[in-house]
């Protein structure tokens, strides 16, 4: 599992739009990794409304934004479409990239239990090495906690 201060393995996955992404070809970019449960829900809606209408800012500050959840790339491609979304959404249905960051966990959902994509989000600095995590967030104002969290260039 990736820990604060330490590189960030290399991870490649396939976004809504069909292309591969890996972590490595960011290099030289802060790079904002956010994990969400699930596309086109409530609370996954508003977080991916907040980033991309801070994605000009994150832009400024030489960072991309990138968003994983175990929904399809063709979950995702509508997902993407539906927010105007401008940035890639990893689809993580092998769970490597969940289980890198330690994300999946026990929840509880009107009483049932079951393993799923807690929300999470970490800060990779233009090294490659993790500067920064928020794990079991709360959406309302936490792209503006990240943003801060990132140099003006």
Not at 11 to 16: A, E, I, S, V, Y
Not at 100 to 120: C, D, P, Q, T
């Amino acid at each position: 599992m990736v820990e604060v201060g330490k590189k960030v393995g290399a991870l490649k996955g396939h976004t809504g739009s069909g292309q591969s992404l890996s972590l490595s070809s960011l290099k030289g970019k802060w790079v904002v990794v956010y994990f969400y449960p699930k596309d086109s829900t409530p609370g996954c809606t508003t977080e991916a409304q907040g980033f991309r209408d801070a994605y000009d800012e994150f832009s400024e500050r030489n960072a991309e934004v990138i968003g994983v959840s175990r929904d399809s790339e063709k979950s995702h491609a509508n997902f993407a479409s539906k927010q105007s979304l401008p940035f890639p959404l990893i689809a993580d249905t092998d769970e490597t990239w969940c289980n890198a960051f330690g994300v999946i966990a026990e929840k509880v959902l009107y009483g049932k239990r079951h393993m799923g994509v807690v929300r999470s989000t970490f800060l990779i600095d233009p090294d490659g090495k993790l500067a920064h995590q928020w794990r079991n967030i709360k959406v309302a104002g936490h792209v503006d906690a990240v943003l801060e969290r990132i140099p003006p260039r």
